[in-house]
């Protein structure tokens, strides 16, 4: 099962940069599927997309980019490197497709959560667990 404050982080920070990167007004997109027993995720714009080069320095720590967002925001450049640690720290990938002036998909597959209980309702399991006061 997969660590939820990881995928959670993971996923906001694909989104960020997805809005970051992307021109006012422009679409973005999620969808997930469990295929195989792997989950996939995608976040796609229609964002400035990166060239070849950026994208193979993307993970590089020695080649940390970061550029202002479409509306002057600003970067560390460490969010998708630090995603793609936490993904890989629980069996999984993240993957990056992008465009110059197309835009960008990044590509999260994960191991699919076991059936049971606290895999089919994770706020339940979490409620259960809390003592009465913190449950009002």
Do not use: Y
Request: glycine share 12%; with cysteine.
């Amino acid at each position: 099962v997969a660590d939820r404050t990881a995928v959670v982080t993971v996923l906001r920070n694909a989104l960020v940069n997805a809005v970051k990167f992307s021109r006012p007004g422009s679409a973005v997109r999620i969808a997930a599927t469990c295929d195989g027993g792997r989950t996939t995720i995608e976040i796609a714009d229609d964002g400035i997309g990166m060239d070849a080069e950026t994208l193979a320095g993307l993970f590089d720590l020695s080649c940390r980019n970061t550029r202002p967002g479409t509306l002057g925001e600003s970067g560390t450049g460490l969010g998708l490197h630090i995603s793609k640690e936490l993904v890989e720290r629980q069996s999984g990938t993240l993957g990056i497709d992008s465009k110059p002036d197309v835009g960008t998909v990044v590509r999260v597959v994960l191991p699919a959560p076991s059936a049971g209980p606290e895999a089919a309702a994770p706020e339940a399991s979490a409620a259960s667990a809390r003592t009465p006061a913190e449950a009002q």
